[in-house]
């Protein structure tokens, strides 16, 4: 099976429900994605939390209000654009700039940096789905 699709298979993409499993697997992979940026921020004071929270000084209503925003707006666009035809599909290196710029951040959060745990954390919440089989 082809990357990304380990997740998708039998699952009528241009559907409405289609168009639900897609932004909710984007929404997990963008929260996963914030879930090691914040702490390392919030730690350099890059953003403060007035109240902090449980998760290396991070509220857990930020992960939640990242679950739904990018749901609703991945979920939005996916039922906007799911009929779409593209006259001119992306291919080789451009095609792989998304996949490769995800790549390097998840490196980065896997190598040793400021807040160790957080290199756990990248290893599940980070992964590519296709690479759990």
Request: proline letters at 7%; hydrophobic letters at 50%; glycine letters at 12%.
């Amino acid at each position: 099976m082809e990357g990304g699709q380990a997740l998708t298979r039998g699952v009528d993409l241009r559907s409405t429900g289609g168009a639900t499993v897609l932004a909710a697997i984007a929404a997990l992979v963008m929260t996963g994605w914030d879930m090691d940026i914040d702490p390392g921020m919030a730690r350099a004071g890059i953003w403060v939390w007035e109240r902090g929270g449980p998760y290396f000084g991070v509220p857990l209503r930020n992960y939640l209000g990242w679950l739904a925003t990018t749901f609703l707006i991945y979920w939005v666009v996916g039922l906007l654009w799911r009929r779409a035809e593209w006259k001119i599909p992306a291919r080789g290196l451009f095609a792989a700039l998304p996949a490769i710029a995800y790549a390097f951040f998840a490196g980065r959060y896997t190598t040793p940096n400021y807040v160790p745990a957080l290199r756990m954390v990248a290893v599940f919440s980070m992964a590519p789905p296709d690479s759990w089989r």
